[in-house]
């Protein structure tokens, strides 16, 4: 089964405000994380990793925070524009060789005028 | 620079008719994936491959679905009879290592079985 989830399948934020979309996941061997961005029509477009031996990392207006303590996993949107509407993912890889990626069912994030 | 490129993007199948999805990795890219996504639902892993090498399968229904990734050409993922619950977008993924590593993802397939 899915050990993967999202505690929101909705978000909305107004535009300029930050947006926080949280995933939690259950297996703790899990040592790989991603955030893809998928647009309606589009597929899965990546965004941000981060690795089990980080617990930070930052892109461009986006960062990625990790908590193995509580098995949580957050991606920070700053200054969220109309083009960052679009569903959100969070995937994990089992560090367990030879496992596929589990992607939790998704954040829809709208942005409000 | 050309990313992952899927045709066609849109497909339309009566009931009982075969579906070919093709799949071209990322130039680099030998390392072959196939999700299944319903509307409104995250993704499901189907297939793993290599060239030549089906290296995983557990998500591939064990009926009338079948993929393959020649040594020459696109990853092929092949539906037979299909069946209404068929529809869904298709997507491929591709990765220059194994599955441990980022895979960067095709624009779909979206197929509707009438």
């Known amino acids: 089964g899915e050990s993967v989830g999202l505690h929101l399948p909705t978000l909305s934020v107004q535009e300029g405000d930050n947006s926080i979309i949280n995933c939690a996941y259950s297996?703790?061997?899990?040592?790989?994380f991603i955030w893809y961005k998928q647009e309606s029509g589009k597929g899965p477009q990546f965004i941000i990793d981060i690795r089990s031996n980080m617990d930070k990392r930052q892109g461009q207006r986006v960062t990625v925070l990790l908590n193995k303590t509580v098995k949580h996993l957050s991606l920070q949107i700053a200054a969220t524009q109309p083009g960052d509407s679009a569903v959100y993912f969070c995937a994990e890889n089992p560090a367990l060789g030879g496992q596929n990626f589990v992607f939790g069912p998704g954040t829809r994030l709208s942005v409000l005028p | 620079n050309a990313g992952v490129m899927q045709n066609p993007r849109h497909l339309v199948r009566r009931r009982g008719q075969e579906a070919r999805l093709r799949c071209s990795p990322m130039k680099g890219h030998s390392h072959v994936y196939w999700y299944r996504q319903l509307p409104e639902e995250g993704l499901k892993f189907m297939v793993y491959l290599q060239k030549e090498n089906i290296i995983d399968e557990s998500g591939m229904p064990k009926e009338r679905f079948s993929a393959e990734f020649p040594k020459e050409g696109p990853s092929i993922l092949r539906i037979q009879q299909v069946v209404r619950g068929d529809s869904a977008a298709y997507f491929c993924?591709?990765?220059?290592?194994?599955?441990?590593?980022?895979?960067?993802f095709g624009p779909g397939t979206r197929l509707l079985v009438l």
């Open positions: 297996n703790s061997a899990s040592d790989y």
């Open positions: 993924a591709s990765s220059q290592q194994g599955r441990e590593e980022t895979q960067y």
